[in-house]
Structure formats: C-alpha cells, structure tokens
C-alpha cells in the first residue's frame, strides 16, 4: 500500500513538473494545448474513495492553476474529470466486472478499452476547459475544434508516455 502512494506522488510530481516546465509552453495553431498531468487523476487506483478522488482531483487543478497564473480553469475541468471516472470509470475500463486496478493503464487494462476512456474523460476536460476559458473568444465551434484538436494529441501523449515509463514495470 506504502509502494502505491510514493508511486502516485512520483507520477504527480513528473507529470506536474513536465506540464508546468515543457507543455504549457506547446500551443500548436491556437487548437492545441496538450495537458498529460490529467493522466494522473485518471491513473489513480479504482477503489480510490469518492471524496478523496475530487480532493485529489481539485488540489491537483488548483496547483496547476496557482503556478500557471489561471483563474480556476484547471481546478474546476479536474473536479469535473474525477467526477466523471467516478461514474463511469469501472463501466469503461473493466466493462462493469467487480475487479479493482490498482493502476488503470494500457497495460493492466484492455489496449482499446483504456484509450476509449482516455478519450472520453479527456474530452469532458477538455470541453469544461474551453467553455470556460475560450467559449466568449471564439464561440462553440472554437470551442469544439479546440477540444477535440488537443483530446487526441494528449490521448497520444499519454499512451507515448505509458509506453515509455511504464511497459518496464508491467512487464
């Protein structure tokens, strides 16, 4: 148990670190804003209880809004993600079996099924994200194009990582 907190606070402060110093910097063509430090709420261990996960879910958007200079954006499109797995995570990644993953990715889960739900909770991020951030800049087409735009080069870059981090401690 011990192992799986210091491995959590670990991939939060790389996954932080890494946002905070190299991607908040990309920002391809006004579309695309990867943000992988999501990857962390939706790396938590399923039996991970109700309260614990939006606390952990909004202090981890708070921190990247503190340090980024924003004004909540983060904390709330957080709340909202770590809600929606809160719903529908053990629906997506196990198709409803009553098992527990300590650590949902694309290796102790279906390739296909945990790309679906890096899709789907990337997406309400990012559509949250944008309706607040962008919605009076650019109107709902905007809006949309932004999020699926940055959905599926985060979605990228969080398989990229996985692969890249974690196939040695799967395998």
């Known amino acids: 148990m011990n192992n799986i907190i210091w491995r959590n606070i670990g991939r939060f402060a790389l996954l932080i670190a ?7 910097y990309v920002y391809l063509g006004g579309y695309v804003m990867p943000m992988l430090y999501v990857l962390f709420i939706l790396m938590l261990p399923t039996n991970t209880g ?17 340090t980024a200079g924003m004004l909540g954006f983060h904390a709330l499109a957080c709340t909202v993600v770590a809600m929606l797995r ?5 629906r997506i990644l196990t198709r409803g079996e009553p098992i527990e993953v300590m650590r949902p990715s694309i290796f102790s889960v279906t390739p296909q099924y945990f790309i679906s739900y890096l899709l789907l909770m990337l997406g309400a991020f990012y559509l949250v994200f944008y309706t607040t951030e962008l919605f009076g800049f650019r109107g709902f087409g905007g809006v949309l194009l932004a999020t699926l735009c940055s959905t599926l080069v985060t979605t990228l870059l969080a398989v990229i990582y996985q692969a890249l981090l974690l196939k040695k401690e799967e395998s």
């Open 86 to 90: 809160i719903l529908f995570a053990d």
């Open 18 to 24: 890494l946002q905070l110093l190299v991607l908040n």
């Open 50 to 66: 109700r309260i614990p996960m939006l606390l952990i879910a909004f202090g981890t958007g708070l921190v990247v809004d503190i």
